[in-house]
């Protein structure tokens, strides 16, 4: 069992950026891939970055490539996205989520609460 908690939400201007964390309790999280996820209003969970847990290769959806950055700290259980030159379009509810499988789709097993990132134009 895996329990997820997102922080560093916020509200910031166009152009600026935010470090959203999440920490992980529970065994082994080393051995997990880890997920962000985003949902805007009236819009379905879509994909935004992913680290696998065995080289720690990354994956980025295209709207955020160059942007955002996701990184692992196995030492402290915790991952984070670093968001750069952030627009109006990335104002969404941000999730992580953990599973053993590296994985681009939403099949994730665990899933946090969520933080929200606002983004004013």
């Known amino acids: 069992q895996v329990q997820l908690v997102e922080s560093g939400g916020g509200l910031v201007q166009a152009g600026g950026s935010l470090r959203l964390s999440c920490a992980a309790s529970g065994r082994a999280f080393s051995r997990y891939a880890m997920g962000w996820f985003r949902q805007a209003p009236g819009k379905e969970r879509e994909f935004v970055a992913a680290?696998?847990?065995?080289?720690?290769?990354?994956y980025y959806a295209d709207s955020v490539k160059g942007r955002f950055t996701m990184s692992r700290d196995n030492a402290k259980n915790t991952v984070y996205l670093q968001m750069n030159s952030l627009k109006a379009e990335d104002t969404a509810v941000y999730y992580c989520a953990a599973d053993f499988r590296t994985l681009v789709t939403s099949d994730y097993t665990y899933w946090g609460q969520g933080t929200q990132v606002t983004v004013s134009s």
């Open positions: 680290i696998s847990w065995f080289d720690g290769k990354t």
